[in-house]
């Protein structure tokens, strides 16, 4: 089986890159002529295309097809450059190429076969199989008939509404104040497991009125400041900060203030004399989750690897493989909108900066809950009363 690569040759001035088999290092030879002549006009460009057509002489090389083959199986090339990782050294190796860098190995691979056709190398209808032809007014145009286009934005991955009941009793079943208290700041708010990680006691202004009892403004303090605090209700803060023992990290939201729920503050009562409880020595300590069972760690902040197979725990628990952390903040999105929420309140409390972004992932999903307002319209129209 050959494989090819491209390398560079040559000295000085005349350096270029030329396409070699990687076991024989030998040129790859049709290439040769078609790269030479490209370098005479185009030396920089030439170069580009020899990175680009080494996967295109593997896939053709390893069945064995001619150029005029190859090109009736186009469509079978752009799947094999959809799934083949790269080989070469340096970033991005092991992982498939963008869209971007796949259809420019098409730019290539069609210059290449315009050479070869020109040259009376290939039959003249393998550029059939390459382009399309579109008369104009004027002249006739010719459309690459092979091209990688963005695909539709896949839906998140996120439990259904079954999963995440079973995932609600999975997490109940523990009797575990604190994971309950983590759940609920996962899946009651969208929030990351960065900024849950990196809650300082602090932060959490769970008193009915935190302007009555003139607690800091937290995200002031991290910049010097005794700002009080302006929010009515009970609330936490999300501050973005660098010095957190177990290196979490608020990746957007810093400077906000999210609701607590009734639920949450119960759950955080709970946890907070389970904490007195189990960890007493750690009364000093700021961070809001600490370690609880492990004697040698006990106190200390809890880890977000420590979160991370929490949530997966419930996963399995629930039956839900692979459950993320990330999975439990795009169905709070999802809900959220699906309950009618608008979607700047949903790109609010996400963290987006835009709400295009918000709707960007989501969208499909305002889509069926569209569908479903339209239906029980027409259902109205048909039988003449709500539904
Ligand atoms: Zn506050």
Redesign the pocket.
């Known amino acids: 089986m050959s494989v090819f690569k491209s390398t560079m040759v040559g000295t000085g001035a005349a350096q270029r890159r030329i396409v070699v088999d990687t076991e024989s290092l030998l040129p790859h030879v049709d290439s040769l002529a078609y790269l030479r002549e490209k370098a005479e006009h185009q030396p920089s460009t030439a170069d580009t295309y020899a990175s680009r057509l080494p996967i295109f002489f593997t896939w053709q090389t390893e069945r064995q097809l001619s150029y005029l083959e190859a090109a009736e199986r186009f469509a079978d090339f752009l799947n094999f450059l959809r799934v083949t990782p790269v080989t070469r050294q340096g970033r991005g190796q092991n992982r498939t190429r963008n869209l971007q860098q796949n259809n420019n190995i098409l730019i290539a691979v069609r210059d290449l076969y315009d050479h070869l056709v020109s040259h009376g190398l290939v039959a003249n209808e393998a550029l059939d199989l390459l382009w399309v032809y579109v008369d104009r007014r004027d002249r006739t145009v010719r459309r690459p008939r092979h091209a990688f286009a963005p695909s539709k934005p896949s839906r998140p991955n996120m439990p259904n509404p079954d999963e995440a009941l079973r995932i609600l009793d999975a997490v109940a079943a523990e009797d575990n104040p604190r994971n309950f208290f983590i759940y609920t700041l996962l899946s009651l708010l969208p929030l990351r497991i960065g900024t849950v990680a990196g809650f300082r006691r602090y932060d959490l202004?769970a008193v009915p009125d935190?302007v009555e009892y003139a607690?800091l403004?937290?995200w002031g303090l991290k910049e010097g400041r005794e700002d009080l605090?302006?929010?009515r209700g009970p609330?936490l803060?999300v501050v973005k900060r660098f010095d957190n023992p177990n290196r979490a990290l608020a990746k957007t939201g810093d400077g906000r203030?999210y609701p607590m729920d009734p639920l949450m503050l119960v759950a955080y009562d709970l946890y907070t004399a389970q904490r007195l409880n189990l960890a007493p020595d750690a009364d000093d300590n700021d961070m809001l989750l600490v370690v609880l069972g492990d004697p040698t760690r006990r106190g200390q902040a809890l880890s977000i690897k420590s979160i991370r197979s929490m949530v997966a725990r419930w996963g399995r628990q629930a039956g839900v493989p692979d459950l993320r952390p990330h999975a439990l903040r795009h169905y709070w999105a999802s809900s959220a909108l699906d309950e009618g929420a608008s979607i700047e309140v949903v790109q609010e409390m996400l963290g987006h900066a835009s709400p295009e972004t918000t709707r960007s992932i989501y969208v499909h999903i305002s889509q069926e809950a569209m569908a479903k307002a339209t239906e029980k319209r027409a259902r109205y129209l048909r039988e003449g009363r709500n539904p």
């Open positions: 202004h935190a607690l403004d937290p605090c302006r929010v609330h803060h203030a």
